[in-house]
């Protein structure tokens, strides 16, 4: 089509035009023959979903061949009273078929095949006659609205004949008019040139919002030479603007080099331009439009522009550029979520506010293994189908598989940290007939220093630690007395299962004293501290970070000595937990509670078979109580109970002279009966009503976790030896996953 001396031209830059017949060919998704498909992510099987069905798009361009086999049946024609209508127009038609041919295994296939074409012919035999810039035809397009059409976008492949000029005088402020209607998609010309500024009273990025101008790029994604590019200009009263009024703003990208489509006459044809990247974004608008319609979101012409220039492919200098503006088109990517992903609890969709950057969101909590419940909820059903919404109200199916759990640790925390004690750094170590004090300060393999006091006099004995419990409370081989296994702050604290990550870095106290002959009481608890900023740093109980006092624990225990060397003991702790429960985060939509009150019951028997060898046995029963889940999907847990038991078998100095050599069996702290209670957002209605689901799923109290444990431990002349193996099972029925690990250690004595 040759350029207009009027008001307007078309943008297309015909340069060739093959004689393929359109109903004897089939190119449809072909990699060679419809590439530009392929460019912007549209596929069969995308189309196997959404094809724009239900949703009307307007070409504003010349006739289009409504008897075109791949346009029939669904493109209806309006003209303009004064012009000259005798043949349907190829440009026009190129225009159609790229935006919407259907997928009818003959010539190519569109990127909307299902939508409705409403062909305005704003050119006629001789070029422009839609003198009034198109008014006439917006209004038609509103009133076939109001009586029930569903037209959502507008193709305007045309523009000025001034060299980068891409709008016509006066039509921008006709435009705003408009940004309830229909998004508005135009051509960027094809000059080859950055467009020049466009003079605009208003404020563009409100009122022009719906408004989003195409540029071309080849099959290589670069910038087509003949593309008009965003450049630095206004549309603005002056041509010094903010980021947001310049026409990178609303600028974008979509294949132009090239393109086969419909043809008058039953023929395809290859033509490049501006005009050609275009449709592929009117397209996209229908199919983001009928997603929209069938997840009952009504999005706005402005929302939906929003959703497409969000969602582009990041081309040239990173953001928004004076080339590619915000990108290439991406329809896969504009109809996942775009911007912050929420998940809603409140009753309806809140009103969606266009969104600056996306922003993490928490996953739900992890009933699975490795978590406070080593069997998990056992129903994986519980968050099935859940959806989460999108910046602009849209729902999407969120991947709950990924909420299930996760593997369980294969080397236990609590041996590995153990090893710790191979680089201690004594700092005191004195005692006399009836007084013992130690102190020292070891480093885990996290880096962390735990320094630690104990002292012992008179049957009293008294150790404060700051840094990992799982290094204060280890057995410590010495012939010094105040190094005797702490066992009852090693059982209470094994307790809490992964709960005890809780105080990875904690003040610890452990005060012992006898009550009488035969009875012993001792008083455990643990506070979680922030983690000191220098860990190298030697002195005894000095915390430069600050307290957060989130977690605490205590304990106390009974040991009554039944025979030499034999003792039974009970116990009763208490867990307080702030923003977790049972050691799961617990915050927001997920949250099980503000917080949690976990109480502890035990029992432990404890005896020396001989001067060398000793048994232990134990068991811990534990009830879960929360409160405070406003705004969370989750009740609270309700009197939840687990319970945890284990041996172990202890054999001193049988290896190597100061050795202590300990095997371990122990069912980890597990939930055993409970259940877990849930309103489950599905979908949502037309007017942002949220439907729930409530659904409820108990515990799995079969599963049977084990964790087998061999230390040795032993000082030598020239330093201290440590060796840990690990073997961990989550379900000795045969469901479970398995981990076997070694660690070891040595540290040099000067």
Not at 129 to 157: C, K, Q, Y
Not at 440 to 458: C, E, F, K
């Amino acid at each position: 089509m040759a350029r207009s001396t009027a008001t307007a031209l078309m943008a297309g830059l015909s340069v060739g035009i093959a004689s393929f017949g359109a109903t004897a060919a089939d190119y449809e998704y072909s990699p060679t023959h419809q590439l530009n498909l392929g460019q912007i992510g549209v596929t069969k099987t995308l189309h196997s979903s959404l094809t724009g069905a239900g949703v009307g798009i307007a070409i504003f361009d010349s006739l289009v061949d409504r008897t075109h086999v791949d346009l029939t049946g669904r493109t209806d024609l309006y003209v303009y009273g004064g012009g000259l209508y005798s043949q349907y127009g190829g440009h026009g038609t190129h225009v159609a078929g790229i935006a919407a041919a259907a997928a009818n295994n003959l010539g190519i296939v569109g990127v909307a095949p299902g939508a409705h074409i409403y062909g305005y012919g704003v050119f006629d035999d001789y070029d422009w006659v839609a003198h009034d810039h198109g008014r006439a035809a917006l209004n038609s397009i509103r009133t076939l609205n109001l009586s029930g059409a569903n037209i959502r976008v507008v193709n305007m492949s045309y523009g000025p004949v001034a060299r980068g000029d891409v709008f016509i005088p006066g039509e921008l402020a006709l435009f705003a008019g408009y940004r309830n209607d229909v998004v508005l998609v135009r051509a960027a010309g094809n000059d080859g040139v950055n467009a020049i500024f466009e003079p605009y009273s208003g404020k563009a990025s409100s009122d022009l919002g719906h408004l989003l101008v195409v540029g071309a790029v080849d099959a290589n994604n670069k910038i087509a030479s003949y593309s008009n590019k965003a450049g630095t200009a206004c549309i603005a009263a002056t041509n010094k603007c903010a980021a947001s009024e310049k026409m990178s703003n609303f600028f974008i990208v979509a294949p132009g080099t090239n393109i086969l489509s419909d043809y008058p006459g039953q023929m395809l044809a290859w033509m490049s331009g501006t005009s050609m990247a275009a449709p592929h974004v009117t397209g996209a608008v229908a199919l983001i439009a009928e997603d929209g319609l069938k997840k009952n979101t009504p999005l706005t012409p402005t929302q939906i522009a929003s959703i497409i220039k969000k969602s582009a492919t990041d081309l040239g200098k990173k953001g928004v550029d004076a080339v590619f503006g915000w990108g290439l088109l991406n329809v896969p990517a504009a109809l996942a979520p775009v911007g912050d992903v929420t998940v809603v609890t409140t009753k309806k969709v809140k009103a969606p506010k266009a969104p600056k950057k996306a922003a993490k969101s928490k996953a739900p909590p992890k009933f699975g293994r490795g978590r406070f419940s080593h069997g998990g909820t056992g129903d994986p059903a519980l968050l099935k189908g859940m959806v989460v919404f999108d910046a602009y109200g849209r729902p999407f199916e969120a991947d709950t598989g990924s909420f299930a759990g996760t593997a369980p640790r294969s080397l236990s925390q609590r041996g590995l940290s153990m090893l710790g004690l191979v680089s201690r750094q004594e700092t005191m170590n004195f005692d006399d007939a009836d007084r013992a004090v130690l102190a020292w300060t070891a480093t885990g393999l996290d880096g962390q220093p735990t320094s630690a006091i104990r002292m012992v006099t008179d049957g009293y004995e008294l150790s404060i630690g700051l840094g990992a419990p799982e290094i204060f409370l280890a057995d410590m081989p010495s012939a010094n007395r105040a190094a005797a296994p702490q066992r009852f702050s090693q059982v209470m604290f094994s307790s809490l299962g992964e709960a005890g990550a809780l105080f990875d870095n904690a003040m610890s106290v452990s005060f012992r004293a006898p009550i009488s002959d035969r009875l012993d009481g001792t008083l455990f608890s643990m506070t979680a501290t922030a983690p000191a900023e220098d860990i190298y740093a030697p002195v005894l109980f000095e915390n430069s970070g600050k307290t957060d006092g989130d977690s605490r624990f205590a304990a106390l225990g009974l040991s009554y000595r039944i025979a030499d060397g034999w003792s039974l003991g009970a116990s009763y702790a208490v867990l307080h937990e702030r923003g977790s429960v049972a050691g799961i985060e617990s915050s927001g939509a997920f949250s099980l509670g503000t917080e949690a009150l976990t109480q502890f019951q035990g029992l432990n028997i404890s005896g020396d078979i001989n001067e060398r060898y000793s048994v232990g046995a134990f068991y811990t029963r534990a009830s879960i109580d929360s409160y405070g889940t406003a705004g969370s999907l989750f009740d609270a847990a309700d009197g939840w109970t687990a319970d945890h038991f284990g041996a172990t078998f202890a054999a001193r100095n049988v290896l190597h002279e100061n050795s202590l050599l300990r095997f371990s069996l122990v069912k980890p702290l597990q939930i055993t009966s409970g259940a877990v209670s849930a309103r489950v957002p599905v979908g949502r209605e037309l007017d942002g009503t949220v439907n729930y689901e409530q659904r409820r799923s108990a515990f799995d109290g079969n599963a049977l976790p084990v964790e087998a444990r061999l230390e040795y431990i032993a000082e030598t002349g020239a330093g201290m030896f440590g060796l840990a193996l690990d073997l961990v099972d989550t379900d000795l029925r045969g469901g479970g996953e398995k981990g076997l690990a070694l660690g070891a250690g040595f540290a040099f004595a000067f």
